[in-house]
C-alpha cells in the first residue's frame, strides 16, 4: 500500500501573511545589521521638526562618521521599517537614535543626554570623532 501526501493548500490569506513575516524578519535582520555597523543611526521623517532639530545637532557636532540617516517617509518600505524599528527599540515616535549599536531614544532623549555629558560618552564609546 503507498502512501500519498496530500497537496499543501494555503489559503490565499495564510500565504499573504506568511509572506510579510518572512519580508518582516528579513527586514529586522537587515535594520540589526545597519543598527550595529554603524556608529550612528537615526529614522526620521524628512517633515518632522523634531527630526530636523537632532539632524542639526548631529550637524553642529560634525561627528565623523557622519550618521547614517533614513527618512521613512521617503522609503517605499518606510511604514514597514517603522514597524519593525518598534520591534527592535519599543519605540515608534520618530528620530529614532541609536548610537554605537544602542538605543538612545528621540530628540529629547538625545538633548538631554547633551545636556548631562552621556552624549559624549556615547560618541567616544562609538569611537566617533566630534566637535566639542
Do not use: W
Not at 500565504?15 to 537615526?42: D, G, H, M, W, Y
Amino acid at each position: 500500500m503507498m502512501l500519498r501526501a496530500a497537496p499543501l493548500r494555503l489559503g490565499r490569506k495564510s500565504l499573504l501573511a506568511q509572506t510579510r513575516r518572512c519580508l518582516s524578519a528579513n527586514l529586522k535582520a537587515e535594520i540589526e545589521a545597519e543598527i550595529s555597523s554603524n556608529p550612528i543611526v537615526i529614522y526620521s521623517k524628512s517633515f518632522c521638526p523634531f527630526c530636523t532639530q537632532t539632524k542639526a545637532m548631529f550637524a553642529a557636532l560634525e561627528t565623523q562618521p557622519a550618521p547614517l540617516i533614513h527618512e521613512l517617509d521617503l522609503l517605499k518600505d518606510g511604514a514597514e521599517r517603522q514597524q519593525v524599528l518598534q520591534q527592535i527599540s519599543g519605540q515608534r515616535t520618530v528620530p529614532n537614535i541609536f548610537i554605537g549599536g544602542e538605543h538612545l531614544g528621540g530628540n529629547s532623549d538625545l538633548c538631554d543626554l547633551a545636556q548631562d555629558g552621556s552624549l559624549a560618552d556615547m560618541l567616544d564609546q562609538a569611537e566617533v570623532s566630534y566637535k566639542h
